[in-house]
């Protein structure tokens, strides 16, 4: 209690501590100039910050200069910012000052103009290029094509200024009658562009210029009014900005000072939410491009009465934020009252959460005690596995090293020390067993291994084995292992290669692609393995169509009633504990592989079969597996494919595997495994009796009845008719 009254006292300081609102972050703004265009952008940063109360936003203005955005970039860093938002004023000589703040950790988003680095966080920004292009484009059609233009650059050396110069100039390399007669450089600002538009009227005071096309609206106005001062008739002007407002870009387009000019998306709000995606680890775009529009007398009148309209608009948002900053004061002074009462209600009910903790400390106990035994009986189970494994190769060997002709003829004296080895073998077995049921027992039913007569039970009497392995297995019925122990599969190996053809995996995923691919007759599997234990293995075995056949033993060294039941529930048909005897394991595969011939006689026609009314011959005296009811399933299956499609005389083995969606090779040897016939065998027999039916029941010549049931040859079917049933067709009709 007095724990838990400390965790009160703790909690109730967190409550009277907190603050309001989340983690603070400072974000700053170099903006590398000081425009009508930066501060519609700064504006809409403002704007989007008053839906955020952790942002404080840190605004530098550089007017153009290279030198004091470094100065300001470094100071910002230096301040202790979260994240920096730049728009570099060139690109390669701001470049270091953005690496260097990138590779302190800080978060970089580079917007409106590019960086000749890739140290950046984000980049955001219209596509200056294809701004240049299409208003090349525009130019084009509004001058029919061909005419005399003046190009004034931005600053030089700044991504737009190039972007927008290379798009431009692709744009006029289809038109060319189009010719630029001057490119002046400048900077951006109204002035410079008056100034370098007014020498150049003055230098070539004769050249008629018909469209002048500047990189932003200003030096567009700029260059109208240097024109304006020298010439009477003016030519057509078109810029980039678009800006809303008065004086700005749409304005100047509605009152025909500028012919175009194309809309330079700011998204200041946009801006702020990519910077805060970035720091609050949220999925973010590393570059986003923003969208423009062109903006020409046809439009210019709509759009600014929209912006004037979200001019509007955003003032009432700036009001609105300045009422509820007043109402947020109001409820900072009725918090702390408010905390404080929560805190007494929270106080009753940690109190009644620590006896409610008291209570289930009990059970928790149990719990742990309870896990502690099964840790403690996998523990010992792995001992097991571990003991069990060597002491079948030891065991087993001797055994049958006892039973070679040298041994049996060797002196009294290696008579003696075998005899001294196997004793010994058997008692390490009974200790381990011993061991095992004083340590498991306390905890649930002791092995079913007992050990006094655990020995007798695992070796079999020799007098009965011949009778059980009477019938030899053909050489080619097969065996998979399925073990991780090398020399368990050798030593299994070893015991049944004169028998059978023996297949190996080290694991149950591969001993379940072996199995698929070779459909053997039998699995022999342990069950502590890597990858897929054997109950895993055993139990895809027994749910896939094409192995679901097969006869599982269990080989292992788990010896608990426990176990036995968890192997049977996966689906073995049998279950034998380590060490064991070869005569035990070879026993229980001939009776398992003789019980697998459930069907042998699908339409009762076979001469050598035995007749209908011979039940000990039929399923109903072969004991069935646990997967009986699947087996029978498929057999029917096979038999309705059959039996449909008999009079089809293309009818192949391939056909009626893809309709079981079997391969060749495994409805063979699934069929084989499961009736004793291969599919060829049992569609020829199914024909012969369709045929037999048709000839007791209809008029049908004995051609017809060949071609009916799908024999091609009339001939070949009495040949066939004559060794099934020992007589010719017509014999069977009379």
């Known amino acids: 209690m007095r724990k838990y009254t400390l965790y009160i006292i703790i909690l109730l300081a967190i409550i009277s501590s907190c603050s309001t609102g989340d983690k603070k972050y400072r974000i700053g703004v170099s903006q590398c100039s000081d425009d009508i265009w930066r501060d519609k952008q700064n504006t809409e940063l403002k704007m989007a910050a008053y839906f955020h109360d952790n942002v404080d936003l840190k605004f530098a203005a550089a007017y153009d200069s290279d030198e004091r955005q470094i100065q300001q970039i470094d100071s910002l860093v230096n301040e202790g910012i979260d994240l920096l938002i730049v728009a570099p004023n060139q690109i390669a000589t701001i470049s270091p000052a953005i690496d260097r703040t990138f590779e302190k950790g800080i978060p970089v988003i580079v917007f409106e103009r590019k960086t000749n680095s890739r140290k950046y966080t984000a980049y955001m920004g219209a596509d200056n290029y294809e701004m240049g292009k299409l208003m090349g484009e525009y130019i084009a059609t509004r001058l029919h094509g061909k005419g005399k233009l003046m190009e004034v650059m931005g600053l030089k050396g700044s991504s737009p200024s190039i972007e927008r110069h290379n798009g431009f100039r692709d744009a006029l390399k289809d038109y060319p009658q189009l010719e630029v007669i001057a490119t002046l450089q400048g900077d951006w600002t109204e002035p410079t562009a008056y100034k370098q538009v007014k020498e150049w009227n003055l230098k070539y005071p004769d050249t008629n210029i018909d469209l002048v096309f500047g990189m932003n609206d200003r030096s567009a106005i700029g260059a109208r009014k240097a024109f304006s001062e020298t010439q009477k008739t003016l030519p057509l002007f078109c810029g980039i900005d678009g800006l809303p407002g008065e ?26 939410q990519l910077a805060l995606d ?6 973010y775009a590393k570059e986003t491009s923003l969208v423009s529009a062109l903006v020409t007398r046809d439009n210019a009148r709509v759009l600014q009465l929209e912006s004037e309209e979200v001019t509007r608009l955003s003032k009432n948002v700036e009001q609105l934020h300045l009422t509820a900053d007043s109402y947020l004061q109001q409820l900072a002074s009725q918090r702390l009252f408010t905390l404080f009462s929560f805190a007494f209600i929270i106080l009753l009910l940690m109190l009644a959460f620590a006896f409610y903790l008291y209570n289930r400390q009990k059970k928790r106990i149990l719990s742990e005690r309870q896990k502690l035994e099964r840790e403690q009986l996998n523990f010992y189970t792995q001992v097991s596995h571990e003991l069990r494994t060597p002491l079948t190769l030891i065991e087993g060997p001797l055994t049958q090293l006892a039973e070679t002709e040298d041994l049996q003829n060797a002196s009294k004296e290696t008579t003696n020390m075998l005899a001294i080895v196997r004793r010994n073998t058997r008692q390490l077995t009974q200790l381990i067993n011993k061991m095992l049921e004083v340590q498991v027992g306390g905890f649930q039913e002791a092995s079913n291994t007992k050990t006094d007569d655990s020995y007798v039970t695992k070796e079999i009497s020799t007098e009965s084995a011949p009778n059980i392995l009477e019938t030899e297995q053909p050489q080619d019925t097969s065996v998979l292992i399925v073990d991780d122990n090398n020399d368990i599969r050798e030593y299994l190996r070893t015991i049944l290669q004169d028998k059978y ?37 055993c139990q895809n075995i ?15 060294a788990r010896a608990l009633n426990s176990h036995q039941i968890e ?38 026609t076979s001469s050598n079969a035995p007749k209908k009314e011979d039940k000990t011959a039929t399923t109903e005296n072969t004991p069935l597996s646990s997967e009986g009811t699947r087996e029978n399933a498929f057999i029917s299956r096979f038999k309705k494919v059959v039996e449909e499609r008999m009079t089809d005389s293309e009818l192949s083995v391939e056909t009626i595997g893809s ?9 063979y040897r699934k069929v084989k495994a499961l009736t004793g016939s291969s599919p060829v065998d049992l569609l020829r027999k199914a024909r012969l009796n369709k045929a037999q039916q048709l000839l007791q029941t209809t008029d049908l010549s004995v051609s017809e009845i060949a071609y009916q049931v799908g024999f091609t040859s009339p001939s070949y079917f009495t040949k066939c008719y004559k060794d099934e049933y020992g007589k010719v067709p017509g014999e069977s009709r009379k």
């Open 247 to 272: 004086n700005g870009g749409i304005q100047q387009v509605r009152d025909s000072v500028l012919e175009a000019s194309y809309i330079y998306p700011t998204h200041g709000d946009q801006l702020l």
């Open 278 to 283: 970035i720091l609050d680890g949220k999925p």
């Open 501 to 537: 053809q023996v297949f190996e995996a080290e694991d149950g995923q591969k001993g379940l692609a072996l199995a698929q691919e070779q459909v053997p007759d039998i699995i022999i599997s342990d069950v502590m393995m890597p990858v897929m234990n054997g109950l895993e293995f």
């Open 542 to 556: 027994k749910m896939n169509e094409i192995t679901s056949h097969i006869p599982v033993i269990l080989l292992t």
């Open 567 to 604: 192997g049977y529930k996966s689906g073995a048909d049998a279950y034998i504990t380590k060490p064991f005897q070869p005569d035990l394991l070879l026993a229980r595969i001939g009776n398992l592989l003789r019980n697998r011939h459930l069907l042998k006689d699908l339409w009762g």
């Open 659 to 667: 309709e079981l969606g079997l391969s060749r090779v495994q409805l």
